[in-house]
């Protein structure tokens, strides 16, 4: 596997994706990093982008399916902003080397591990569950695939 730009470098990935980290989540993740000690630390905001349907196609033209994505696209960006803010933020005040990533997928378990192998990743944080239900009956558990998938002690689930 791959390591860090340097051979002895711990880098920790924090997946950001479909919800924020809240107030107890935060200090957990400052737990960690102080316990860790990465020398430097990539958030991931994800943006989970699913395949057009067919009946968008059928039922607008195409200039206004481009401006309908466009608009969609912009409001995912938005929110994958918010959702990170605040580990950004505490990120900063730990005055940690942070490098923060902007990815699109239809998988986000996949993107989270294709990170963990192609940049080297020692550590992952990723969130514990969804509360949003209807993510959650759609997609099932991101925790549980990337777990599946990784060395169990790589894999961090915070909630």
Not at 86 to 111: A, C, F, N, Q, Y
């Amino acid at each position: 596997m791959p390591k860090g730009q340097y051979s002895d470098e711990r880098i920790l990935l924090i997946a950001s994706y479909r919800e924020e980290y809240d107030k107890k989540a935060l200090r957990k993740i400052k737990r960690l990093i102080l316990k860790i000690k990465p020398d430097r630390v990539i958030v991931t905001k994800i943006i989970e982008e699913e395949s057009t349907p067919e009946l968008v196609d059928a039922a607008i033209g195409m200039e206004e399916k481009k401006d309908f994505l466009e608009t969609v696209r912009e409001e995912k960006k938005h929110k994958a902003d918010e959702y990170a803010e605040g580990l950004v933020k505490l990120l900063k005040s730990m005055d940690m080397p942070t490098e923060v990533r902007l990815r699109k997928t239809d998988h986000i378990s996949e993107e989270i591990i294709d990170d963990y192998q192609k940049i080297g990743v020692d550590y992952v944080i990723i969130h514990r569950k969804t509360k949003d239900p209807i993510s959650r009956a759609l997609g099932g558990s991101t925790a549980k695939k990337v777990k599946k998938e990784l060395p169990d002690k790589k894999v961090i689930p915070v909630d």
